[in-house]
């Protein structure tokens, strides 16, 4: 069984970055394929990014290129998610998410999930 | 990107009553749609994958059908639990995209 647990919440003033945490328990992270989906107050789902292992890159949504960091640290078993240059819009609920391949390992869902971490970003 | 669109956003239902919610995508995705529910304040779960196979522990009135561009989730008799929020989430290519959800809440 996999565990994730996230980092506390989070304020930041706007232009500033944020590195949110998840922990792994029950696998190690070089089993597991990570990504991270946002949800803004109110709003629906948002896929951010992710590992592909495929081709063993980090993928990102066009809507976060430039601006997002994801990475890894193998020896605790934590991955990172990195956002800069936060504005208002940022404020979201983070979670990381991990990914489960099936069929010809083309196809995918996402199982298990974080807890979330609330990133506020206010003046 | 592939776009998915839900409908309705919301409905108000009887606990008992038969729910159908639909998700269109802006192309085909053949069989690479999930369904998740989400509870206040808690994270999504998956309900079924591949457009029709239901997760393990899942109730079985919870069922995906469709294919293409149009899918259905039916919930067969609403239950007090199931009043949440669902999305729908496509996932042919590496660049998954969820629908905008359907809040279903009780009449």
Redesign the interface.
Known sequence: QVQLVQSGAEVKKPGASVKVSCKVSGYTLTELSMHWVRQAPGKGLEWMGGFDPEDGETIYAQKFQGRVTMTEDTSTDTAYMELSSLRSEDTAVYYCVTVHYYGSGSQYYFDYWGQGTLVTVSP | ?IQMTQSPSSLSASVGDRVTITCRASQSIST?L?W?Q?RPGK????LT??ASSLQSGVPSRFSGSGAGTDFTLTISSLQPEDFATY?C?Q?YG????????TKVEIK
């Open positions: 990107d690479y999930n998740y989400q994270a999504p779960k998956l994958y591949a999305y989430q996932t590496t660049l998954p995209t969820f629908g905008g959800g």
